[in-house]
């Protein structure tokens, strides 16, 4: 899992002028100078200024695509970063402005909090030229950056519905069936159970293998996924979580997690580990949902994985968090605590 360390990311978005930014990737407003400028989006094929910016608060919004959020939102896009992209994208927002990262450490503990983070302006560090875009071509030059997909893939297996790691972990074959998860004997997901992956419009995109039989073998992992999969484009679950229609829904790291929560009438998401990218946070709020309840696993991981996980979620939907005891995961939790997540 990737760490932020002590960077003091909003102070580093704070002290990031988006006029810099644009200069950097070669992008010129169509009326430079103002509060409130238009660009041609970088994001899609635009043919007129689309995408507002509003270079006192920091943030953009396309009128033509659906991409906005904050200056470090925006560079991550420009970057085609997907894990952790706060952190990576301010990484690269310190060598837009030339400040070196220790200029926005936070204080260790112990130490004053200081009132603002020093900024080192030194405009020949990292700075393109702005006549130039980051590829090297012009602006007129320069195509669109292109969003991935996963392909749609035409797969069927023959799955055991009723073996023994799923009734274990209290799955019933029904849920099983109407999941598509089982016990894979032969092929590429041979001694596995196999868990379909779709896209936001339920379409399969992939499987996931999650090694049944004992510990793997060295030269193989415990969860496999195809080559080519990007998973951050993703969200387990999400095509059913959106059909349940409500404003809530329950975000968490693995696919045991989501179909405890499922089987009891809940909303939810798996993240598929502990990293989440802007993309994904943007898949929640178009599929029409307005709150978020965050709840990880009950240790080390999922304690230093909630802070940066709610700042990207935070950007798309309110977000609460469920803290869970040490050991505890969501498909272990008390009927209790499944009950305080019914609405």
């Known amino acids: 899992m990737s760490k932020t360390g002590l960077l003091d990311l909003v102070a580093i978005r704070n002290n990031t002028p988006f006029s810099d930014v644009l200069a950097h990737y070669g992008l010129t407003p169509e009326k430079p100078g103002g509060k409130q400028v238009k660009i041609r989006c970088p994001f899609h094929d635009d043919k007129t200024p689309s995408c507002s910016i509003n270079q006192e608060r920091g943030i953009f919004k396309c009128f033509g695509c659906p991409e906005k959020g904050n200056v470090l939102d925006f560079i991550a896009l420009m970057e085609e970063i997907t894990d952790n992209h706060a952190y990576q994208a301010a990484l690269v927002a310190l060598d837009i402005i030339g400040a070196a990262r ?159 929560l499922d089987q009891a009438g809940i909303p939810a998401v798996a993240l598929m580990g502990t990293d989440i990218c802007v993309v994904q946070a943007k898949l929640l709020s178009e599929a029409g949902f307005k709150y978020a309840i965050l709840i990880l696993d009950g240790d080390e991981a999922g304690r230093l994985a909630t802070p940066p996980l709610v700042h990207v979620l935070s950007q798309e939907l309110y977000v609460k968090t469920l803290v869970l005891p040490e050991g505890i995961k969501p498909d272990t939790m008390d009927e209790s605590m499944i009950d305080r997540l019914r609405r």
């Open 102 to 260: 220790e200029d926005f450490e936070k204080p260790q503990e112990g130490q004053r909090t200081p009132k603002g983070a020093k900024k080192k302006p030194n405009p020949s560090k990292g700075r393109k030229s702005p006549q130039r875009a980051k590829s090297g071509a012009t602006e007129e030059e320069k195509p669109a950056p292109k969003k991935s997909v996963n392909p749609v893939i035409d797969i069927s297996l023959t799955l055991d519905h009723e073996h023994e790691f799923l009734t274990e972990r209290g799955i019933d074959p029904e849920t099983a069936e109407a999941f598509g998860i089982g016990y894979c004997g032969t092929g590429i997901m041979k001694r596995r159970i196999a868990i379909p992956i779709h896209n936001p419009a339920g379409e399969l995109v992939a499987y996931s293998g999650r090694w049944a039989d004992g510990d793997p073998p060295d030269d193989e992992p415990r969860y496999k996924l195809p080559k080519g999969f990007e998973k951050s484009l993703e969200l387990f679950n999400l095509h059913r979580a959106a059909s349940m229609q409500k404003q809530y829904v329950v975000v968490v790291e693995g696919y045991w997690s989501t179909l405890r």
